[in-house]
């Protein structure tokens, strides 16, 4: 049984654009190893599911997008035997804007990838979450945002 500091909750930007998925270039900070990732992070203290995905797509990718659906909840052990919970966000933009970039100096570059450039990229994805994700929004998952229960703060 895993210890808490061992638990991560985790969100996941799905942003699709004309077939094309953002995937952000960063190292990974086990390996060093350059990966691809969706834009993603650990939920902060105090923070609820949609603030945390928003402000980590902003900070990675210097976009500015509200949420469509979502995929659900992927898990996985990571080698480190870390447990990674990520709720994975849908974001269809119609347009976006002229000029936009990474406000987070981890994020080394931008790429816009449909699935058959994914699979053959030079650079690996960061776990296998993320060819999942792309899987699931491809086969159509689309869960309604409402399912998910509002933040609850007691007094």
Known sequence: MPDRSSLHLTVAAVVCHQQRFLLVEERDK?????????????????????????????????????????LGISQLQAANGHFYYRVNFVF???????????????????????????QQAALPVRSSLVSHA?????????LPLDALQPMVRMV
Do not use: C, K, M
């Open 92 to 118: 269809e933009p119609v347009t976006l804007p002229e000029h936009y970039q990474p406000q987070d100096a981890d994020i080394l570059a931008l790429h816009w990838l449909n699935a058959d450039e994914l």
């Open 30 to 70: 086990i390996t060093g190893a350059l990966v691809l990732n969706q834009p993603a992070g650990h939920v902060e203290a105090g923070e609820d599911l949609f603030s945390a995905v928003q402000r980590e797509l902003q900070e990675e990718t210097g976009l500015i997008l509200t949420p469509t659906a979502w």
């Open 134 to 142: 792309i899987s699931e929004y491809l086969q159509g998952v689309r």
